[in-house]
């Protein structure tokens, strides 16, 4: 993520962002095939800018060092026969600025390849992957994680390989996201993934956060987090324990982070090489994960190389199905929630409870 650009998205808290894409989560008995073909189209764009590049990069060094022969013949002429030191000077910088402008017409085809990477795969590619809309330079707005109680203390933000897309009625957005500082020599505060559930009707009460990162709970417990409260959650899987819970609403949050809910955490923070993941549940309706994580799903092949799209590929299949599955144990719950239906001699039906 090292060319990001700054997160320019609208708020996704903003009910006006258009997230239409209807996610499918069974991709299709003939998802392998559409993704080898999907890779094979890939491959085939390589090549074609690994030929433009190598034909530049003959042409780059048979005139530059032509430029530079020249260059310093006539460098040796003003200088030795015509003793005119600025003639030739002038002649030699002349001859080490066309080797220059070579090299640099020559390394744009790299950026073209990457711009071509993002512009025309990896749209396909979200597509393929369940329906989601791709956008390159995006990411979820920063009005809405700062009211997470998660983010630390940075100069800089940016997003990337924004996936959109809805779910069962949930508004699903996230992408690459790395907090840091202008000087970027500094290694950032946080590398890796954020995710922001959207869920249509109001059913979680109160501000809950749950992490796996002992170094958050040392720094922030007593400072940040010192309104909320310790919640005891215990399970029947010591894996599905790696979290704490803390809430301005204990007993809400113990109907929240139940035992389904802690397992498919523990088993996103699995996938996403046991990353100490971090999730908060806010403003009634707001899921949000931050998941540390280096490794770069989305960034073009080395040129050179055969693309290996499909392993990555295939992972990021397995890490969407997981954020599905947190959707999932909310689609639960809210079905919990609703109250039973009255028999059918039992006289008119009460009204519905409110669930918003």
């Not at 590398?191 to 709970?217: C, W």
């Amino acid at each position: 993520m090292n060319d990001a650009t700054p997160a320019s998205a609208p708020d996704p808290a903003d009910t006006t962002v258009p997230v239409e894409n209807v996610i499918e989560r069974d991709m299709g008995e003939d998802f392998e095939e559409r993704l080898e073909q999907l890779i094979n189209d890939a491959e085939t764009m390589r090549l074609s800018f690994m030929k433009r590049h190598r034909t530049r990069g003959n042409i780059t060094t048979s005139v530059g060092l032509i430029s530079l022969v020249i260059g310093a013949s006539a460098f040796g002429w003003y200088l030795m026969v015509d003793v005119d030191l600025i003639r030739a000077v002038g002649c030699m910088l002349i001859a080490c600025m066309i080797p220059l402008f070579l090299h640099l017409w020559t390394g744009s085809i790299l950026k073209d390849y990457k711009r071509s990477y993002k512009r025309v795969f990896l749209p396909k590619l979200a597509k393929t992957l369940g329906g989601f809309k791709f956008h390159p330079t995006r990411g979820i707005g920063m009005k809405i994680i700062s009211k997470t109680g998660l983010v630390p203390s940075h100069e800089v933000y940016r997003a990337e390989d924004c996936f959109m897309g809805k779910y069962h009625g949930v508004k699903v957005l996230f992408s690459e996201a790395r907090l840091g500082y202008k000087q970027e020599y500094k290694e950032p505060v946080f590398d890796g993934i954020f995710v922001l559930l959207e869920i249509p009707k109001g059913i979680i009460e109160g501000h809950t956060i749950l992490t796996a990162n002992k170094n958050m709970i040392k720094q922030w417990r007593a400072s940040r987090w010192k309104s909320l409260q310790d919640v005891d959650v215990k399970t029947g899987n010591k894996e599905w324990d790696r979290f704490s819970v803390y809430s301005d609403n204990p007993e809400a949050a113990k109907l929240l982070v139940g035992d389904r809910l802690l397992k498919e955490l523990s088993e996103a923070s699995d996938i996403f090489d046991e990353s100490e993941l971090s999730a908060a549940f806010f403003r009634g309706k707001f899921i949000f994960l931050m998941i540390p994580y280096k490794n770069d799903m989305f960034e073009a092949s080395n040129i050179y190389m055969p693309v290996a799209t499909k392993q990555h590929a295939m992972q990021c299949k397995r890490e969407i199905e997981q954020i599905l599955e947190i959707i999932d144990v909310f689609d639960v719950y809210q079905t919990e929630k609703k109250a039973p239906e009255p028999a059918d001699d039992a006289g008119p039906p009460p009204p519905e409870e409110n669930q918003d």
